[in-house]
């Protein structure tokens, strides 16, 4: 428990692996997976350093009626958004999408729509603004 390297490392250097580094699995309640951080790092960070891989750095996929992600803020005094995203490639920094019956995207009913307007960073897009209800 230095402060020059991981407690723990785990390298594959063959290119034409398709196994993960690191596996948890439980049959239990508990997280298969877990970490903490206590000092003032990040929690957990995933980076793909490969220009040419087109696969995302974070994916979350459930078979269970729970939610594929969830992100809380519990600290009152934090003034931050619970995510942020950005992006300088030409692609959207959000898109949400769903294939069932409802809506891909919902906002608290605290808020409503004010007005639609056209976005002119995009041409032809709509969009909306959207305010704190009164």
């Not at 000092?39 to 750095?57: K, M, R, S, T, V």
């Not at 976005?119 to 032809?124: Q, Y």
């Amino acid at each position: 428990m230095g402060t020059g390297d991981a407690d723990g490392a785990f390298r594959i250097s063959n290119s034409s692996n398709t196994y993960s580094a690191l596996f948890g699995e439980t049959n239990g309640s508990g997280p298969a997976i877990f970490g903490s951080q206590v000092g003032l790092g990040c929690g957990g960070q995933f980076q793909i350093q490969n220009p040419a891989n087109a696969e995302a750095a974070l994916r979350a996929y459930t078979d269970g009626t729970g939610r594929a992600g969830f992100f809380t803020i519990n600290n009152p005094g934090n003034s931050s958004p619970a995510m942020f995203t950005t992006t300088n490639g030409s692609g959207p920094a959000i898109v949400a999408e769903n294939t069932g019956a409802t809506d891909g995207f919902r906002l608290p009913p605290r808020l409503v729509a004010w007005k639609r307007m056209s976005l002119d960073l995009n041409p032809g897009v709509d969009g909306y603004l959207f305010l704190p209800r009164k």
